[in-house]
């Protein structure tokens, strides 16, 4: 019986990363010498195109905000990449976007980036209710997240079973009451959450962290179990103690 590592980051939004976290996330990935690294999505922010954004938003642009997301991918050099909410709204303009040279520029950039993907030989999938990825071991499903609930863990167990998933940037884990124990994760933020300021009258954002998953999975049986790492209070806490 062996037993390999993966790691698991997700939501660092383009230009919106929290250096910080970032870099904290880099070493211990670095120390953790994962077989699988794994993103879960809103690798860029792209709150220029958003709907209801402001002016001052759109004249923003998204080139600095694009290329962070790429050099995110380059640092942490992930074999699974699922898309987010954030990330699909390239994909959305490249096909739905009244504005014919924003339409243009964003079909150009949705198509870069699946080179890119291929490129560095990331599996991939869009964000879809029905996509997911999985390691080659098996194990939880990998999803970027839908929805933003009180329990989101509990929420996404309901409809993905056990999975592992982003997108609410709040810190929760469920475990199944039944004979198999199934769980479902959901993971931290490594953007920069006072940066977010979007979210400022939002309640939910009180509950927001700074973290990551690593875990490990059984390359025979697919069993598996993970560990959170988050940030409370300037600290860095985790199984193995203060990082």
Known sequence: MAYKKF???ADNHGSLVCEASKKKFLAFADSWKPHHRIHLGDLWDLSPLRRGASSEERADGISDDYQ?????????????????NHDDRLWQHSTNCSDGMLREHCAKLAQASEDEFKKRKIAWVPYHVSKFLRMPEGGPKLIHGFRATMYPAKSHFENWGACLHGHTH???VYTA?????EASFSVGCLADIDAMTYADRTPAKLAWRNGWLYGI??????AWQAWHVIKENGV???PMGIL
């Open 7 to 9: 790691i698991v980051a």
């Open 68 to 84: 962070m997301g790429l050099e995110f991918l380059d640092a942490f050099r992930p074999n699974f990449l699922t898309l987010g």
């Open 170 to 172: 709040k810190p929760d």
């Open 177 to 181: 009451r039944h004979i198999d124990g």
């Open 217 to 222: 999975i059984n390359d025979r049986t697919g």
């Open 236 to 238: 860095w806490i985790s």
